[in-house]
Nanobody, 125 residues
C-alpha cells in the first residue's frame, strides 16, 4: 500500500525557515517524481515544487523561486522541501505526491498517483 507522510510543519515567524519531509513507503521512490503542493483556506491547491525521479529536473513557480528548495534521498525514501524567507502568504496545508518519473510542464494534481494527508504551515508573528 503506497503511503506518503508529511512532517515538519508548524508555526514560524515571517522571515523564518522550515524543512518539510515526505516519508514514503509501499513503492520504490527511485521511479517516481515527487511534487509538493499547498492549499490555503478558500483557495485551490497550488503546486510549489517538483523533483524528477532522476533528480535532474526541478520546478518552482515564481511565488517560491529562490526561497524553496526540493531535494530527495532515495536511500531514506524521503523527499524534503526546505522553505526559507517565509511569508504570511505561505500559510497553508502542504502536501506531497508521487507520480510518473518526469515533472509535468505545468503543475497538475491529476498528474500524481499517490498523496499524503498534509502538514500545516502557519507563518505569523
Amino acid at each position: 500500500q503506497p503511503q506518503l507522510v508529511e512532517s515538519g510543519g508548524g508555526l514560524v515567524q515571517p522571515g523564518g525557515s522550515l524543512r518539510l519531509s515526505c516519508a514514503t513507503s509501499g513503492f520504490t521512490l527511485d521511479y517516481y517524481a515527487i511534487g509538493w503542493f499547498r492549499q490555503a483556506p478558500g483557495k485551490e491547491r497550488e503546486g510549489v515544487s517538483c523533483i524528477s525521479s532522476s533528480d535532474t529536473s526541478t520546478y518552482y513557480p515564481d511565488s517560491v523561486k529562490g526561497r524553496f528548495t526540493i531535494s530527495r534521498d532515495n536511500a531514506k525514501s524521503t523527499v524534503y522541501l526546505q522553505m526559507n524567507s517565509l511569508k504570511p502568504e505561505d500559510t497553508a496545508v502542504y502536501y506531497c505526491a508521487a507520480g510518473p518519473p518526469s515533472c509535468p510542464l505545468v503543475p497538475a494534481t491529476e498528474w500524481y498517483d499517490y498523496w499524503g494527508k498534509g502538514t500545516l504551515v502557519i507563518v505569523s508573528s
